[in-house]
């Protein structure tokens, strides 16, 4: 094993420099894999909402706008295997089931409200990028068509010349 070489699978951070590339790279790592987890909609809005207390399913479904059952069902599935969600089932008729936040799952929480302040106070900057961004995008697509109908223009053009002789 070469000299800095972490001996855990999956431990994809080098003592050297950090390099982001090697999260597609390396078979053993599974840091792409956490974060697409992570980091998709609907884990973030339960990640948060959680944060705050335990909550059933139904109260979840109610509070994430335009989740489907079997969406959030996969979400939570996968938020408990991964150690971030508990899920608690009170022998009840009809039976209750509550989930709510590991410490592991907390722990990401601080990640997440970092990642929202900064989205927040950004925000007028990323919409400002957006608008000149498709400007423009708009003005390329415009010059295209010109030019294209320049191109054909020219080539009526030469047709018509050929025809008349």
Do not use: N
């Amino acid at each position: 094993m070469e000299d800095g070489t972490s001996k855990s699978l999956g431990y994809c951070r080098d003592t050297g420099d950090y390099d982001v590339l090697q999260w597609d790279t390396r078979e053993d790592c599974e840091v792409r894999q956490i974060l697409d987890r992570v980091a998709d909609k609907w884990s973030l809005q339960v990640i948060a909402l959680l944060d705050r207390r335990s909550l059933r399913f139904t109260e979840l479904r109610r509070m994430i706008d335009g989740v489907s059952q079997r969406m959030l069902t996969r979400t939570l599935r996968h938020l408990e295997r991964d150690g971030l969600v508990s899920r608690t089932v009170h022998a009840t008729v009809p039976p209750r089931v509550d989930y709510e936040l590991t410490a592991l799952g907390a722990t990401l929480h601080d990640t997440i409200s970092a990642l929202v302040a900064w989205t927040e106070s950004h925000q007028k900057e990323i919409a400002a990028a957006r608008a000149a961004y498709d400007v423009r995008i708009a003005a390329e697509e415009q010059a295209a068509r010109d030019e294209a109908d320049r191109k054909a223009a020219v080539a009526r053009q030469a047709l018509g010349e050929l025809a008349r002789r």
